[in-house]
């Protein structure tokens, strides 16, 4: 199972382009990379998914390098309802059924 | 359009008192579904997940149990809660296809347990 690492907060100010890297050095060929963002006392809601190069939809972007080994979640032009806490999760479909873990997340705090 | 929902939204247990959470979802058909807990500014923990009716998996070997009785339906469950069972509660689906990680979340139950 692949295990993702990502930083504990961010701060950022209202108006500036955010990225969050997510470091997966151990994805599987079949894993996704999906990106989740959950604010306090909700489930989490789903962002975006990529399996490689650039995804962009009308929230945010998501890179993912030749290797696969890491990911980031771009958010342009952050807004105060942005703050809240941005989880990368990645799996994918085996043999038989997958189970998905979620890392820590990354606290997104911005300001005014 | 697919919708899930789960219940009761906030309870309060005594400490070995039983435990119940449902939770339903709608628009589609054999759905994969989850249980993941969260503690107090914590991440999500996975507890059970399901493929099929009467299938269950556990994840983390403690006094919770899960039943899917229907189709559609997943309940988490309890006989003697403990005040480590405070948490936020969700319960997911996916579909069964893709299977890839886009996963739908409920609205959450908060347990607190005195």
């Known amino acids: 199972l692949a295990k993702t690492t990502q930083p504990i907060s961010m701060d950022s100010y209202e108006g500036q382009e955010v990225n969050i890297t997510c470091s997966h050095n151990?994805?599987?060929?079949?894993?996704?990379i999906t990106w989740y963002q959950q604010f306090p006392s909700q489930g989490p809601r789903f962002i975006i998914q990529?399996?490689?190069t650039k995804v962009t939809n009308e929230v945010a972007s998501l890179f993912i390098p030749a290797d696969r080994k890491s990911s980031t979640l771009s958010l342009p032009r952050v807004s105060l309802s942005d703050t809240a806490v941005y989880y990368c999760?990645?799996?994918?479909?085996?043999?038989?059924?997958?189970?998905?873990?979620f890392g820590s997340g990354t606290k997104l705090n911005v300001k005014p | 359009s697919q919708t899930i929902h789960q219940w009761p939204a906030t309870l309060v247990q005594p400490v070995g008192s039983p435990l119940s959470l449902e939770c339903t979802v709608e628009?589609?058909?054999?759905?994969?579904l989850y249980w993941y807990r969260q503690a107090a500014g914590r991440g999500l923990q996975l507890l059970f997940y399901?493929?099929?009716?009467?299938?269950i998996s556990s994840e983390v070997p403690q006094n919770l149990s899960a039943s899917r009785p229907q189709d559609r339906q997943f309940i988490l469950s309890s006989k003697k809660l403990l005040l480590s069972d405070s948490g936020f509660y969700l319960c997911?689906?996916?579909?069964?296809?893709?299977?890839?990680?886009?996963?739908?979340f409920g609205e959450g139950s908060r347990l607190t347990v005195l």
């Open positions: 997911a689906w996916d579909r069964p296809v893709t299977n890839t990680g886009e996963l739908f």
């Open positions: 151990n994805i599987a060929t079949n894993d996704y």
């Open positions: 990529g399996y490689k």
């Open positions: 999760l990645v799996g994918g479909l085996t043999y038989n059924f997958n189970k998905f873990y």
């Open positions: 628009g589609t058909s054999n759905p994969n």
């Open positions: 399901s493929v099929g009716i009467g299938q």
